[in-house]
């Protein structure tokens, strides 16, 4: 049995493993690559799937926790460990990662290097996602947050089509500028607690630190710019429909899926954490930025005429939820953006690769080109159909259960902004429908007459997708499990207490 | 009647120095009594053996402790070992790019253009002037750190100017650029030394003593005329700013890293930014630590526009070395920062820093000696499109190196950058911190825009070639690309080490 400590140490370490494997195949050994990718990312996989059913769900410290000195003399650990939101996070990377290598078998080839490097990048990449939601080091946090820009830099840069090299330099400026932002906060915190008892960058630690007002409101700019670009929150998005629509679907799966949570989840662990005072006194121009963003992701998604360019608006929206439902400070708010942070991840992973597979065998991603797919690959247009609706959130699709939460969370704080909200999901409906209904529905324009439907390996790679967001849609309660208590914690920790409901206190007069 | 009491030395602790000043004469006398065909293996040896036996007298004297070394004209502490180390160790790699002689013209006297230049071409004649003056030019650099009076200092830096003067003048290719960079750096450096003599004469009058500690004892003393240590501060600043590169007085930069051969780029860049900063961390943290109400604002401004205008005017180059010049720039504004901090985190950072970015900075220098066509180096950034096709190694330690400068996790300058900011920040200098960070944003445009032309754009067929280095080119760029990670994943035992040692002493 792998020791408590070890398991997560574990998870980071075998993707490295692959790569090493990968990297010393000989040169154009391809297939070999991919058998080994998708190998490594399964067991990675099922690991983090036992190491889930040995979470212990109502302890809301961190759990396989490992910390060891790394640079002593600036009171920096490799510190590991997770709650229930983060293991929650890792476990959505771990199950994407190896759809993603199944769905995009060939989309390596034609690249500016070898298949090889691709899967050497794509298995750094997986072991920098498991070490940016583990780290309970803010140094170390840092660290993997900067270093996981290089293999996705060369991911877009190297793999994508069209405009690659200008969408992948944006990516990683923006990135870049908000890390930057973020270091300046993370030095005042070392300094800050090398004044209050020494030097340190335990979360933990850091949390219980004095600060005065205007310096945690300072540092919390610091951390929430940075996070507010990563997750992407209008008006710092406009890096992500460039990069989605320029890299390969695998990639643009796992940086809508993964990446740009990791900004929704620093400002949960981070923001919510540190500086509460701080989140509290931002939370109206917040919320307004998250409503914007809702509102307007919508809007221009209905505007696109490329199904990777609405994909990645809709996550503009889609992410505007997730931190309306952050800062709203209460448990369901928390829950549920955490809850939609994992569906968000699938379905629009799904829209991804599906629109992916359309675009690979159209030769175009414009939605203009499509027509009638319904009859002439039906497989395809119904699992799109299918992710469509649940990037809607229909009623009985897990998206549904954790927008429902995010809004009932919203609401009994903040009901106006609870309220201009719920009109992203009228908006939801048109700019997933219009599409649909005109690529899928209808006669069969011409050039689509010879696409084929899926073939056995796409169909393998999708269903474990449909799969979930079936199962959780009826029932959430596995990931809700693990999900409240660590929500719960956030918002007692930082010192908020969820509002009763008015309703009882009417009753009382 | 005149008494002369013949000084005392300590040839024990200042044996590095007087090993590379030996060094040198005995170069200078193999360039006299040697054959032409000898001289170059003759000369590399000679260096090669000096630089390390003054490296091993400087782990000797790890311990040791005086102001007494030379009748209390230079101080040994940690500091200065650490300072002389790491200009060694730097030297030692620059050497090893100097010996490629490609670089080098064949006679430096002969006119551009004139027969006896293509007469000493078609010999294959070799330049090995240029190992005397490199060991003198490091016995200056050694010297300069660890000097605590007055007119030790200038000589120092006079050793250490005057033999770069000439050695920016070698370049094999475009030697009129050269001459001119070099004429250039000769005359900006003697006004500069002018400046650092006039404010040495006003500190000097101000406390009636040449030696940093009677400076110091005489701002604890506060009798005397400020006005003129005020003056002081001013000018001998100047000649330090002027040395580091820090705006306004960065002007020779460019034309000088551009100008001369790269191996002598390299080594100016790297090995002269520890002397001088390691001198200015000694005349501000001991002479002037105490009057640091009169310097530090001023400090902060030019801290402030160099980093902010290195990162800025970095962008327009298209000249690689000419980039790698205002980045330079930049980095002396970080430096700077780790000066104006002025506490012990602040010293261990910055000699982290230097020797961290000069190793870095060799290793750059020694990848553009690399790359070019059939008339010389390749500096037009354009032509370096496609690099990552051409020689993936050469292209990714390039890469990594521009990934340090910028200061991204896991290499030396993330590290670096880290510690000096904390310490500024520490040292109550939030301002700085915030232009700091906010530069490394700018200044991250321009390297990673080096790495977008070498990975993502496709090589033209212009002549341009990475050569196959030579086996001392070879190390230096391993040893410096091993450095530059390894400093950024385990940097502890090399910041434990620092900060064991560095305590100046008064």
């Known amino acids: 049995m792998i020791k408590s400590s070890s398991w997560l140490t574990i998870l980071g370490i075998l993707p490295l493993l692959g790569a090493v494997l990968i990297s010393a195949l000989p040169k154009k050994s391809e297939l070999n690559a991919k058998r080994i990718a998708l190998v490594t990312t399964l067991v990675i996989a099922a690991l983090t799937v036992a190491m889930a059913t040995q979470f212990q769900r109502d302890n809301v410290d961190m759990q396989f926790v490992v910390s060891r000195s790394w640079i002593p003399s600036l009171g920096i650990n490799f510190a590991l ?12 990377s771990t199950l994407l990662a190896p759809i993603v290598v199944l769905a995009g078998w060939n ?42 820009l290089v293999p996705v830099y060369f991911l877009i840069g190297g793999f994508g089509t069209g405009a690659r090299s200008a969408a992948a330099v944006k990516f990683l400026l923006y990135s870049l500028f908000g890390g930057l932002l973020m270091l300046a906060s993370i030095i005042a915190l070392y300094v800050i607690s ?12 850091l949390s219980q630190l004095q600060m005065s007002s205007t310096t945690q409101n300072f540092l919390f700019l610091g951390f929430f710019i940075a996070f507010a670009i990563k997750a992407p929150l209008w008006p710092f998005h406009t890096w992500l429909p460039d990069a989605a629509d320029a890299a390969t679907p695998g990639t643009s799966v796992l940086l809508l899926g993964v990446l740009d949570k990791v900004g929704t989840f620093g400002m949960i662990r981070y923001s919510l954490a540190l500086f509460p005072e701080a989140s509290k006194t931002f939370t109206p121009v917040i919320l307004v930025l998250a409503v914007i963003s809702i509102i307007y992701g ?23 939820f997730i931190t309306m439902g952050i800062f709203a400070m209460t448990s369901q708010g928390i829950s549920g953006a955490t809850l939609y942070m994992f569906n968000h991840g699938f379905s629009t992973g799904a829209l991804f690769l599906i629109a992916g597979w359309m675009a690979a065998r159209r030769g175009s991603s414009k939605i203009g080109d499509f027509g009638g797919l319904q009859r002439v690959t039906p497989v395809m247009a119904w699992v799109f159909f299918f992710a469509g609706m649940s990037s809607l959130a229909l009623p009985g699709l897990s998206t549904f259960v954790s927008e429902f939460l995010v809004l009932v969370g919203t609401y009994t704080r903040y009901p106006v902004a609870a309220v201009i909200g719920a009109f992203g999901i009228v908006l939801a409906a048109l700019y997933i429908l219009i599409p649909i209904q005109r690529s899928l529905h209808g006669p069969t324009t011409p050039g689509n007459e010879s696409l084929t439907d899926l073939n056995v390996r796409e169909k393998i790679a999708i269903a474990p997708v449909v799969a979930i967001i079936l199962v959780l849609g009826f029932y959430p309660s596995p990931l809700l499990n693990v999900i409240n208590p660590a929500a719960q914690h956030t918002i007692t920790k930082a010192g908020f207490s969820d509002p009763l409901p008015t309703i009882s206190a009417k009753v009382g007069k | 009647m005149l008494t002369f009491t013949a000084p005392t030395l300590s040839y024990f602790l200042l044996s590095p120095i007087l090993v590379v000043l030996g060094g040198a004469l005995l170069g200078v006398f193999a360039e006299a009594v040697l054959s032409r065909e000898s001289r170059p293996s003759a000369q590399l040896t000679i260096t090669l053996s000096t630089l390390v036996l003054a490296l091993v007298q400087v782990w000797r004297i790890r311990d040791e402790s005086s102001l007494s070394a030379a009748m209390g004209s230079v101080a040994i502490d940690g500091p200065a070992v650490l300072l002389q180390a790491s200009v060694l160790i730097l030297a030692i790699f620059s050497v090893f790019l100097i010996a490629d002689q490609g670089s080098f013209t064949a006679m430096a006297a002969a006119i551009p253009g004139s027969p006896e230049e293509k007469e000493s071409l078609q010999r294959g004649e070799k330049l090995t002037e240029v190992y005397p003056l490199t060991l003198f030019a490091v016995a200056g650099m050694l010297l300069f750190p660890v000097a605590t009076d007055l007119l030790t200092l200038f ?3 006079e050793v250490l100017s005057l033999p770069l003067y000439l050695m920016a003048g070698l370049s094999r290719r475009r030697r009129l650029l050269s001459q001119e960079a070099a004429l250039k750096y000769f005359l900006l450096g003697a006004f500069s030394s002018a400046f650092f003599l006039f404010g040495a004469a006003f500190l000097y009058g101000y406390s009636g003593g040449l030696t940093l500690s009677s400076i110091y004892d005489a701002v604890i003393g506060g009798t005397a005329n400020s006005v003129f240590l005020l003056i002081g501060i001013s000018f001998l600043s100047v000649g330090l700013l002027f040395k580091v590169g820090a705006v306004p007085f960065h002007a020779w930069t460019p034309d000088v890293y551009q100008g001369a051969p790269t191996p002598v780029t390299a080594f100016m860049a790297a090995a002269t930014k520890v002397a001088a900063f390691g001198a200015m961390l000694r005349i501000f943290y001991t002479a002037f630590a105490n009057a640091y109400w009169d310097w530090r604002p001023f400090l902060t401004v030019i801290a402030i526009i160099t980093m902010a205008f290195g990162s800025l005017v970095a962008i327009a180059q298209r000249d690689i070395k000419r980039m790698l010049a205002y980045s330079s720039i930049a980095h002396a504004g970080f430096l700077i920062t780790g000066v104006l901090a002025l506490n012990k985190a602040g010293l261990d950072a910055t000699i982290f820093y230097l020797f961290a970015y000069g190793i870095a900075t060799v290793g750059t220098f020694g990848i553009v000696t690399l790359v070019r066509d059939s008339s010389g180096e390749v500096t037009d950034l354009n032509r370096w499109a496609g690099l990552g096709k051409r020689s993936p190694f050469i292209a990714t330690a390039f890469a990594t190196f521009l990934l340090a400068f910028a200061g991204i996790p896991l290499t030396s300058g993330f590290i670096g950058k880290f510690t000096i900011f904390s310490a500024a920040y520490e040292g109550g200098n939030k301002g700085v911190v915030v232009v700091g960070v906010l530069s490394s944003a700018i200044a991250a445009y321009f390297y990673i825009r080096v790495i977008v032309l070498m990975f993502f754009t496709d090589p033209e067929e212009d002549g341009t070639v990475v050569v196959i280095p030579s086996v001392l080119t070879r190390i230096t760029i391993i040893a410096t690309f091993a450095i530059t990670i390894f400093l950024g994943v385990f940097p502890t035992p090399l910041l434990n080490f620092i900060t064991s040692m560095a305590t100046f002493i008064r």
């Not at chain 1, 997770?82 to 996070?89: E, K, P, S």
């Not at chain 1, 919508?298 to 505007?320: C, E, N, P, W």
Request: no cysteine; net charge negative; aromatic share 16%.
């Open chain 1, 81 to 92: 460990g997770v709650d229930g939101i983060a293991l929650v996070l890792i476990l959505l």
């Open chain 1, 107 to 148: 989309e390596a080839t034609g690249g500016r290097w070898s298949v090889k490097t691709f899967y050497i990048l794509l298995l750094i990449l997986e072991t920098m996602m498991i070490g940016v939601f583990a780290a309970t080091d803010v140094f170390l946090f840092y660290v993997f947050f900067e270093a996981m």
């Open chain 1, 194 to 205: 090398g004044e209050q008892g020494g030097p340190t960058f335990d979360i933990g630690a």
């Open chain 1, 298 to 320: 919508a809007f221009m998604a209905i505007g696109q005429t490329d199904f990777k360019r609405l994909i990645a608006y809709t996550s503009v929206s889609h992410f505007g």
């Open chain 2, 155 to 157: 000589v120092a830096l």
